[in-house]
């Protein structure tokens, strides 16, 4: 069935350095694909999203851009901050394009 | 504000004493969904509801009902709770229409059955 596998936490970052979260997927159609982020004691919030392939998305300096030839959107964001310190989730859309198999997680430690 | 409302949020229970848990939204949203997180399993998805009364299970749905009488609330019902039901759960919801999986997500409801 379709899914993302996605790289394994954590990962702990010292401020202003960059980030790349791996994320993968497997479908049989054209899925959309999503990052979303938790913040500690919340629930997940969309970060950023692409439709179709080449699209990129971007929010709060954070981009992914949709490989088709490569099946990847990886997460990227030139310099964090201890403010991005979250579990962040790839995810894709299934046929109906409402449900979202999510991927398990990737916990981010970004220190002074 | 736009919200996903789940309750109670925090809850310990005993093996067998039904509970329910709520989850209301405000947006008018037609699906409606339930997840659990667990640690290195990520979010499963529990239940779905495209809409008044249409309900479908999802990728873990045993141990759990859950009904859709209005629009805007979704209980998840666990009749018997056992300690493997332990666990982190979300309520999300989605417009039927304009951009698929934008889902609007709960703050959650830790369920600790003993």
């Known amino acids: 069935g379709d899914s993302v596998t996605q790289m394994e936490g954590p990962v702990t970052l010292s401020e202003e350095a960059f980030l790349t979260i791996n994320c993968t997927y497997t479908?049989?159609?054209?899925?959309?694909l999503f990052w979303y982020v938790q913040y500690p004691g919340e629930g997940l919030q969309l970060l950023l999203k692409a439709t179709k392939a080449d699209d990129k998305g971007s929010n709060k300096g954070f981009e992914a851009t949709y490989r088709k030839e490569t099946t990847s959107f990886h997460l990227e964001k030139g310099s964090v901050q201890v403010s991005d310190s979250a579990v962040y989730f790839c995810?894709?859309?299934?046929?109906?394009?409402?449900?979202?198999?999510f991927g398990k997680g990737t916990s981010l430690l970004v220190t002074p | 504000e736009a919200q996903v409302t789940q309750n109670p949020r925090y809850l310990i229970t005993v093996t067998g004493k039904k509970l329910t848990v709520t989850c209301s939204q405000n947006?008018?949203?037609?699906?409606m969904s339930w997840y659990r997180q667990d640690p290195g399993l990520g979010l499963r998805q529990i239940y779905y509801s495209m809409n008044v009364e249409v309900t479908d299970k999802g990728d873990v749905p045993e141990g759990y009902k859950v009904s859709r009488k209005e629009k805007r609330n979704f209980p998840l019902i666990l009749e018997s709770p056992s300690p493997n039901q332990t666990s982190l759960y979300f309520c999300?919801?989605?417009?039927?229409?304009?951009?698929?999986?934008?889902?609007?997500f709960g703050e959650g409801s830790r369920l600790t059955v003993l």
């Open positions: 947006m008018n949203h037609e699906y």
């Open positions: 995810a894709l859309s299934v046929l109906s394009g409402y449900a979202l198999n």
């Open positions: 999300a919801s989605s417009a039927a229409t304009g951009s698929p999986g934008e889902l609007f």
């Open positions: 479908a049989t159609g054209y899925p959309s």
